[in-house]
């Protein structure tokens, strides 16, 4: 389908206070020393460079069954119930590298990363295996100072939840659920269009992560808007303002599965100003194989659990199929 660039009239900006994790905090430690906003700087730069080139160019590197490289205009249909067509976004996945020959590679979201020639972009993978290296060790090495500043953001916003799970403060670090996370680096181009909801047009869809947790850096133009109250009718959203050198922490669907809804991922959708928009998102998942169910201090005789039991890349997998396009559609750009 072809992109139209609509002129409807623009939503009452109404901005929201949000919840972020600011790289110059002391508590984050010297895992951040290279997220600096320099190197973050460079990254966007980086992941410009890889939008700015021929669609031609860019359908070499086309996402492949293990969820790498790169995802077209309208790949993506996140709020089907909503939309139109797909998402006004392209993309580009990379995860952790995984050779052939590695028993491992078998496994949903496993395998080699897919990247560009270095005749074409010179220096770009070597700046993203970067990023993904220092955002999985800065992930890894905080994530009990990330429960900490949720449970002091639940206080202060919504009073009556604290950061009940009452778990061992390693939890998170056992080898059975965080030793070799999914850890998935998305880079995200939003086209200059007007997004126009009443029309069912969105830059994307209205969603929540599928995962665990994800750090999203945006550049500096207006369109992130969150709902804080998903179950609400109507749904009330507001705008994020973007925040330079803060990464926006975003909770996933995992996450609320795992806290029995004591934690509720955050509902998120993107309206098109007119501008072009980046944005790079770091999404922070179990192994493959950790059973994700309710947590024993997040359950009780008046609170039993609400979701069942399931593998985290069964639960992925499902997602993932349920939101892209079948890759048969782009066959004749490959012939």
């Keep these: 389908m072809e992109s139209q660039k609509q002129s409807g009239p623009e939503p009452p900006i109404k901005v929201s ?7 110059s905090n002391p508590d984050i430690g010297e895992s ?16 410009k460079k890889f939008f700015y080139l021929p669609l031609n160019e860019k359908l070499k590197v086309l996402r492949n069954e293990k969820h790498r490289g790169y995802t077209p205009m309208f790949d993506e249909v996140l709020d089907p119930d909503n939309q139109v067509h797909g998402d006004y976004k392209e993309g580009y996945y990379i995860g952790v590298d995984v050779p052939e020959n ?30 993904h290296h220092e955002a999985l060790k800065m992930a890894d090495k905080n994530l009990y100072f990330f429960f900490l500043q949720l449970e002091r953001w639940e206080r202060q916003f919504q009073g009556s939840i604290a950061l009940a799970l009452d778990l061992e403060v390693d939890f998170f670090d056992k080898p059975e659920v965080l030793g070799k996370p999914i850890a998935t680096l998305r880079l995200l181009h939003y086209e200059d269009q ?53 990464f926006i922490v975003n ?31 770091f999404f922070v998942e179990p192994n493959h194989d950790c059973l994700v169910e ?38 004749k750009h490959q012939a």
């Design 17 to 23: 206070t949000i919840n972020c994790i600011d790289l």
């Design 32 to 47: 951040v020393a290279l997220l600096k906003q320099e190197f973050m700087d460079e990254v966007f730069a980086q992941s």
């Design 102 to 131: 590695d028993p491992e590679s078998e496994k949903p979201f496993n395998g080699p990363n897919v990247w560009p020639a270095d005749g074409v972009l010179p220096g770009w993978r070597q700046t993203m295996e970067k990023f």
């Design 194 to 246: 007007f997004s126009d909801p009443a029309k069912g047009i969105y830059g994307a869809g209205a969603h929540s992560d599928f995962g665990f947790i994800t750090l999203l850096a945006t550049d500096d133009v207006m369109g992130l808007q969150i709902c804080k109250d998903k179950d609400a009718k109507p749904q009330i959203w507001e705008y994020v303002t973007p925040i330079k050198g803060a």
């Design 251 to 281: 909770l996933g669907d995992m996450l609320e599965r795992w806290s029995n809804c004591m934690f509720k991922s955050t509902l998120h959708r993107v309206l098109g100003n007119g501008q072009d928009r980046y944005s790079i998102a």
């Design 294 to 331: 309710c947590l024993p201090t997040c359950k009780t005789e008046k609170s039993p659990p609400k979701f069942p039991q399931i593998r985290c890349s069964t639960y992925l997998s499902q997602r993932y199929k349920d939101t892209h396009a079948n890759l048969s559609v782009y066959d």
